[in-house]
Each structure stands twice: as structure tokens, then as C-alpha cells.
């Protein structure tokens, strides 16, 4: 049974951040997916890359939910139902 690159503890990752402010930790050495871009100066084990990531991405909404609700609340719209 083989392991998942991801499960690897002693692999090298980066973290990766796409067009929704939308984190990823990504094996160094694989390609970085279309749509993402890597953070620059953010490398290192798994456990240093999520930290980071914990760090970092503290609002999981994607950002044009974020931008849309800010310009609603900016209207004096209700950004939720009922």
C-alpha cells in the first residue's frame, strides 16, 4: 500500500494561495496546479507550512463571498435570510 505524498511528515512543501485568498500546502517537487500561485518565502516541513496556513487563512470564506457581503453590508442590505 502506497503512502500519499501529502501524508509524508518528511517531505519538503510550499504553501500554494489561489484567486479566493484559498490556502493549500503543496509537495515542493509537484507542479502547482492551474489557478494557483505559490506564497513566496513559505517552505518548509509539514508542520512549519500549516502553521502558516493557520496563521494566515483565518476567514474560510472564499473572498468574492467576502467582497460581495461587504457590498451588501455597505448598502444596508441583509447579507443572510430571513
Known amino acids: 500500500m ?7 511528515e518528511d517531505d519538503t512543501f510550499i504553501v500554494l494561495v ?3 485568498d484559498q490556502y493549500s500546502i503543496w509537495p515542493h ?3 502547482v496546479p492551474g489557478g494557483w500561485s505559490v506564497v ?9 507550512v500549516l502553521a502558516y496556513v493557520d496563521r494566515t487563512w483565518t476567514d474560510m470564506r472564499p473572498k468574492s463571498l467576502r467582497d460581495w457581503m461587504a ?9 443572510t435570510a430571513g
Open 2 to 8: 502506497s503512502t500519499s505524498c501529502f501524508d509524508r
Open 18 to 20: 489561489n484567486h479566493e
Open 29 to 31: 517537487w509537484k507542479a
Open 40 to 48: 513566496p518565502d513559505v517552505r518548509g516541513d509539514k508542520k512549519t
Open 71 to 79: 457590498g451588501q453590508e455597505q448598502a444596508g442590505q441583509p447579507t
